[in-house]
């Protein structure tokens, strides 16, 4: 019987694998981080060594008040600054008070200090940086975020966290960044637990604007729960689950192979994967399109494109060795003589 099941389940794979390759890009076509069509010019301008494409898209997103945007492109430009620093160079000395080099300098100065041994001694120099950078627009989040992100690696109290969570969100009180840096810090791994993490994320989701991203914090939760080592508190599937649902209505709400909630989409097929609901997480490939991205494959490989594709390959496989085969349609039967006999067409 276990042989049967095997030479079933290799049969299912063998036929059904190519089908549904339907809706997914091929490998080559597939981006990691692909920037959008504002980012880019920017990225290559500043290859070039060039900082005015970069210094007028952040000053456009900060008269616009496209705090999200603002967010995801400093964000973006301080790692490119941190292996070609030329550019950025060159743009400090031009306009050492622009506010948006101060929020890039801020950024790029915690990347830093975030990654060396030392980081809570070497944050703490951080913290005049982006006190300047928050100065620069009094009605900007987003050195908030970077503000938030700094009281997380600095052994903040909670005390000390609530007060930048609450002039964060006094500017933008849906900016996702900052929720996200706030579930940071609230999550098991750092200074909270889980029903904490799972709280503060249900709250913000239900309160959350129609279309946010904000609706994707408890998808967020469950993979800083399902990513944990050696935990001991048990989260109910459920609530795993509704997580997951949540972050897949939102993802419809959003057209196939949107680069905006590239990460969200990303984000939820691994959780996906892990709560094995292998159909959901084809779907969701599908609508990622071309558009990997870094996190969250990162956290499980030094080469996240690569993980990205060996995960896409395998989803397939599990979803085509779950699908049944598709029975011919039986021929017509024929009527019997009244002998019992199948009838011929003579025998009228």
Known sequence: MALLRAFVRTARMARNTSRLAAGLPGDDEVLLDAADERLAPALVAAGQGEYEPAAKLLATTREAAEWENRDRYATRLAAFARSRPEWFALWRYAAPHDPDALLIKAELAMCRGWESPARAELLRQVAPL????????????????????????????????????????????????????????????????????????????????????????????????????????????????????????????????????????????????????????????????????????????????????????????????????KLRSAAPARPLSDHGEPAHPGDH
């Open 130 to 325: 982006i006190a300047t950078a928050a100065e620069g627009d009094p009605r900007d989040p987003v050195p908030w975020r970077i503000a938030l992100d700094h009281a997380r690696g600095t052994n903040a109290s909670h005390t000390e966290f609530e007060e930048l969570w609450a002039q964060a969100v006094r500017r933008s009180p849906h900016h996702y960044g900052c929720h996200v840096s706030a579930l940071q810090y609230l999550s098991a791994a750092w200074y909270g637990s889980h029903r904490e993490c799972f709280d503060f994320a249900e709250r913000a989701a239900q309160d959350a604007l129609p279309g946010s991203l904000v609706q994707a914090l408890p998808v967020r939760a469950a993979f800083a729960y399902l990513t944990e080592e050696g935990g001991r508190s048990t989260v109910p599937r459920d609530r795993l689950d509704a997580a997951a649902d949540l972050a897949i209505a939102l993802s419809q709400e959003y057209a196939p192979a949107d680069p905006w909630p590239a990460q969200v989409r990303n984000l939820l097929t691994y959780v996906l994967v892990r709560l094995e609901r292998w159909e959901d997480a084809l779907a969701q490939l599908r609508r990622i399109g071309p558009y990997a991205t870094s996190f969250p494959w990162d956290r499980i490989s030094d080469d996240p494109l690569g993980q990205f594709l060996e995960l896409r390959d395998g989803v397939r496989l599990e979803v085509a060795a779950r699908t049944p085969f």
